[in-house]
C-alpha cells in the first residue's frame, strides 16, 4: 500500500483552515499531519512533523508566508511548500515563488485542482496556473525596483510627504525626489497617485 501524502495547512483563518482538512482528508492517498495559525507555528510544526507537502497562507500573524517559507527552507532546503491565498498580486506571486514556493494557488481553486497541485508538488514538480504564471512573467519583465525605492514607495502609499520621507529614512529631500523619480520611470506613471495605486494594485504596498 502506497504511504499516504502527509500535509501541513498553516493559515490564520480557523474556519478557512478546517474546510482545507476536511478536503484534503477525503482525498484518497492523503492526510493532514499538523496545522498552524501563524506563521511562527508553521515553523515550529514543520520542524516537528517535517510533511511531504504544505499548504502556505500568505498573510499571517507574526511572520508572513513568504517570511515562514524563508525560515523553513533555511533548515529543510527540499521542503515542498505551495502557497495558497487569496491574493494574486503579481508582487505576491513574485515574492512567494522567489522564496522557494513550489506552487500557487488561489483559495477559490476548485477542490480537484488544489488535490492536483498537492500531488504534483509531492512528485517534485511545480505547479503555477496559467493566469498566475502570466503575471508572474510580467513581474519579471519589468525593472525591478530597488529596496531603498521599495521602502520610499511605501512611505509614500502612507501619505507621507518628501520631508517625511527623508525624516524616516535618514536622507536628504533631494535624495528622496532621486528615489521618486526612478520609481515613476520604472512603473511608468507621471505622478504620486498613480504610483500608489500601481503599488497598492501589485501588491508591493498595502493600505
Known amino acids: 500500500m502506497t ?22 482528508e477525503l482525498s484518497e492517498g492523503m492526510k493532514v499531519v499538523a496545522e498552524a495559525g501563524t506563521g511562527t507555528e508553521a515553523v515550529e510544526v514543520f520542524r516537528q512533523y517535517q510533511p511531504d507537502v504544505t499548504l502556505m497562507d500568505l498573510r499571517m500573524p507574526e511572520l508572513n508566508g513568504v517570511e515562514a517559507i524563508v525560515a523553513i ?28 514556493a513550489r506552487g500557487y494557488l488561489l483559495k477559490d481553486s476548485k477542490m480537484a485542482e488544489l488535490i492536483d497541485a498537492v500531488r504534483q508538488i509531492h512528485a517534485g514538480k511545480k505547479y503555477i496556473p496559467p493566469a498566475v504564471g502570466a503575471k508572474l512573467a510580467e513581474r519579471i519583465s519589468r ?3 530597488s529596496d531603498r525605492e521599495r521602502e520610499v514607495l511605501k512611505l509614500m502609499t502612507e501619505g507621507k510627504t518628501n520631508q517625511d520621507i527623508a525624516d524616516e529614512l535618514c536622507i ?28 497598492i494594485k501589485r501588491g508591493i504596498a498595502n493600505l
Do not use: C, W
Not at 483552515?17 to 484534503?24: K, N
Not at 526612478?182 to 500601481?198: C, H, M, P, Y
Open 3 to 24: 504511504a499516504s501524502i502527509r500535509v501541513l495547512i498553516a493559515d490564520d483563518h480557523p474556519i478557512v483552515r478546517s474546510g482545507l482538512v476536511r478536503m484534503i
Open 143 to 145: 525593472p525591478k525596483l
Open 73 to 100: 527552507r533555511q533548515e529543510f532546503s527540499d521542503a515542498r511548500i505551495a502557497i495558497l491565498t487569496t491574493y494574486d498580486t503579481d508582487e505576491d506571486i513574485f515574492r512567494g515563488l522567489q522564496a522557494g
Open 172 to 199: 536628504s529631500q533631494s535624495t528622496v525626489k532621486f528615489h521618486i523619480n526612478n520609481i515613476f520611470g520604472k512603473l511608468g506613471v507621471s505622478d504620486r497617485t498613480q504610483a500608489v495605486l500601481i503599488a
